[in-house]
């Protein structure tokens, strides 16, 4: 509205002036050499005007055509802009899907039409990649990373090549370079820490833990625990070369991190060595709640040092009825009291606390069950029994991090280089699932576990020798557990027997076989070739299902702590190999 009037108004004007000028009488009188006009006074503001219409429609004639080779170029330049803004969008779209081959042309269009664009770059980089062409994708990204707009994406580029080319040197050192540019980045923050704490660089690890928490990487929660993770870390590697900063180190982590089992553990050991086990049993306390554990037990165990196993007991007894209502911390808290009870020799109390877990025991149970048998009875038959149930028994809590189980505590992951991964808890390949049989005891076993520990009899000579002694046997299994019994366990199932003396060979020849007989058989082996000798220990096998034991049978390691599982994968080389994931 206001524009109609604004254009009435200058209507007006003119009309008022051209009227004006009409109105106004005279000549106008113009000589130029020879020639002589005088006009009126309209007629030469007429011809004045029609002159200077000519003047601008000649100006803008010549305008137009000193600018059309740059309007050419422009309009071809945008026509390039637009192909190649085309040809990287569906490059884009063709990575996405997977298309090889069509990522690879719209690659080389995008190439062709905008060689400048960062897009371009990208786009020419990651179907390199997809192709399995490492070498043009490095090209690829070093030109990214010589452009200031593209440098910290192009390092990142460098770094995930690295990484699979398992140049680890190579991809902390684009990692750190990142950094320098760009302190809040992420990924090369995540993986010079993990390389540092590697390679025990703690002081440096600590650094870019300050760090990340200047650039808002991490909230002030997480940064007391990862920093308590590392001083726990650091003091765990000094603790036998400088105690003193080990102290120091492990006093501040438990402060900053109060549940770490690992920092609990030392730090209560440093006070039981100074004398202050009041101190060291809060510390132990505070973490048992929050995540019961075996190492916990122990050190509230022995925090008075020169304690007998009977007052050992007592302490273990106060820190179980301490132990949450949760499953896992009410079994980590039986398993200890039991550990004690059997120092003790108060077997019967051990009896009484792991009954409730002998039907489907777990590895330390049953562990716990033939080291009960061999000092309560010094039954070799029946400890070996449940030592072999043991084998095939589900695994216990151990420290488990990104899939992978360590026999002891890590602060970073060696898979992901995640700190603070490692958690106590079961192994997942070991939990129980409705997709595969369960593997029960056998019947040997059983049969062995029901039956009343054998009695040892020594017979005497018989003065008539053709007259063999009989002597009632003990209960023994049955016909049926014998014949599903492995052949170790037949073995060890005849040497448990009692023996009763037969009437000697006669003198054979000598080249007869049977020189080396023994005198002294089993009632089984009557009437049969003798056997030969049989170990006193059976060689455990591994089930081919259990990935917790080596091919060449068990550890003493394993036999002591079968609770945690040994290695199962990973390695600082798959470290390096997930982090560009």
Known sequence: M??????????????AGAAWVADQPGNVVMTWGGWRASPSIPVFVLILGIFAVAIVLFWSILTVIWRMPGRMRRRSREKRHARGRHAITHGLLAIGHGDTALARRHAEAARRHAPNDPLALLLHAQSAQLDGNRDEAQRAFRAMAEREDTRLLGLRGLFIEAQRADDAVGAVMIAEEAIKLSPSSTWASHAVLGFRCARGDWSGALAILDSNLSAGLIDKQAYRRQRGVLLTARALEL??????????????????????VPAAVLAAKF???AHQVRRAMKLVEAAWLANPHPDLADAY?????????????????????????????????????????????????????????????????????AELERAEHGDGGRARAWTLRAVRARHDPAWTADGYVSDRWRPVSPVTGRLDAFQWQTPVASLPSDKGPTIESSAFEEAMLAAPPPKRVTAAPSESPAEPVVITPAPVPTPAAQDNAPPAAKEEESANLPVEPVKPAPEPAESSPVAATPVFRTRADLGKPAPAAIPDVIPIVRAPDDPGIDDDGPSDEFTEQIGTPKVQAGGWRGFWSRWGG
Do not use: C, W
């Open 301 to 369: 165990a022995h925090v008075k040092l020169g304690d007998s196993a009977r007052q050992r007991l007592q302490r273990v007894e106060t820190l179980a009825a301490k132990t949450p209502a949760d499953k896992t911390g009410h079994v980590e808290g039986q398993l200890a009291l039991a550990r004690a009870a059997i120092d003790a020799s108060e077997f019967a109390r051990a009896r009484e606390v792991l009954a409730p877990y002998v039907n489907d025991p777990t590895q330390r149970v049953a562990l716990l069950m």
């Open 2 to 15: 206001l524009r109609i009037v604004l254009f009435l108004v200058l209507i007006a004007l003119a009309g």
């Open 271 to 273: 006070e039981s060595e």
């Open 239 to 260: 603790e036998t070369m400088d105690r003193d900063v080990a102290r120091e180190s492990v006093m501040e982590a438990v402060k900053l991190a109060p549940t770490l």
